[in-house]
């Protein structure tokens, strides 16, 4: 039995800490998303408010389904949790090796993707927080490039725009100098009418993805280590669900024969009463 306590209590903390990481990500995402200026982004995989409501509604669902299961000793909930969490891992796999061998469809759809952020800055205050992240954290501007920027209604550099920031970049792109103390949000006006060398003395020149890519393949390794204890935290949780699942189904064994020989000694005792002799005639 204590093996049995080790495993059912084990499996609950493990979901019970998933579980409120899940409720925090929902109340962020929701947050983030009431508390907008504008909401005009027409598509969940260009807004990360959604995504993290998303992400934090799965979690939540999988993990109340684990810590009831493990508390209640419901075999059903724990076959779900089970379930359900072994198609995520088998889905995290194959996303894994799809993306290692068709490495440039990713990179394709990755650019695709990262080009349509850029035109819809502006348009989602979420977004928009994001890619000033992104730019300031890799010092990169763009996809490919600072002139990526033309694609934005915006910074398109055209005589018809009459945008006062056409031709120019957002603040995140610029070069900040050591002993700048405030900012200045105006540093990109016009600088994709400038060459390459002339506009890399104010802003970062070189695309974000390039950048990013570097960075994954500088710090493989840790992001291995972390995706491998991911999937490892995963695995042990389908173990615990299982092997409790395997202790219930015993001990439900176990009390059906002890009751069985129960009931056999009560018919036992009821046809032969204990007496002291029995005389054969």
């Not at 925090?24 to 027409?42: H, R, S």
């Not at 810590?67 to 076959?79: D, E, F, H, S, V």
């Not at 990713?106 to 977004?127: A, C, G, N, W």
Request: with cysteine; net charge neutral.
């Amino acid at each position: 039995m204590r093996g049995y306590r080790g495993v059912k209590y084990f499996l609950f903390v493990f979901c019970y800490v998933f579980w409120v990481v899940s409720a925090i990500l929902i109340a962020v995402g929701i947050y983030a998303k009431v508390a907008k200026e504008k909401d005009v982004v027409d598509t969940l995989t260009v807004d990360p408010a959604l995504l993290l409501i998303m992400v934090g509604s799965l979690t939540f669902f999988i993990t109340f389904l684990g810590c009831l299961g493990a508390l209640r000793n419901t075999t059903c909930l724990l076959k779900t949790f089970a379930a359900i969490l072994a198609v995520v891992l088998l889905v995290q796999l194959t996303a894994g090796i799809l993306g290692y061998f068709f490495t440039d469809t990713v990179m394709e759809r990755t650019e695709r993707f990262m080009m349509k952020t850029i035109v819809r800055y502006r348009e989602d205050r979420d977004l928009e927080n994001a890619i000033d992240f992104v730019q300031k954290k890799f010092q990169c501007c763009g996809v490919d490039g600072y002139k990526d920027w033309s694609r934005n209604v915006y910074f398109e550099c055209s005589d018809s725009n009459p945008s006062m920031e056409a031709c120019g970049v957002p603040f995140s792109c610029c070069v900040v100098p050591s002993n700048q103390t405030v900012l200045n949000t105006m540093c990109g006006l016009g600088t994709q009418q400038q060459d390459h060398k002339r506009a890399s003395e104010d802003v970062f020149t070189d695309g974000c993805l390039d950048k990013i890519v570097l960075w994954i393949r500088t710090n493989m390794k840790m992001l291995a280590g972390m995706m491998g204890g991911l999937l490892l935290l995963e695995v042990c949780m389908i173990s615990l669900a299982v092997a409790q699942v395997c202790w219930i189904k015993k001990v439900r064994q176990r009390k059906a024969e002890l009751a069985t020989r129960s009931a056999s000694q009560r018919k036992d005792e009821l046809w032969f009463p204990a007496f002291a002799d029995f005389d054969d005639e």
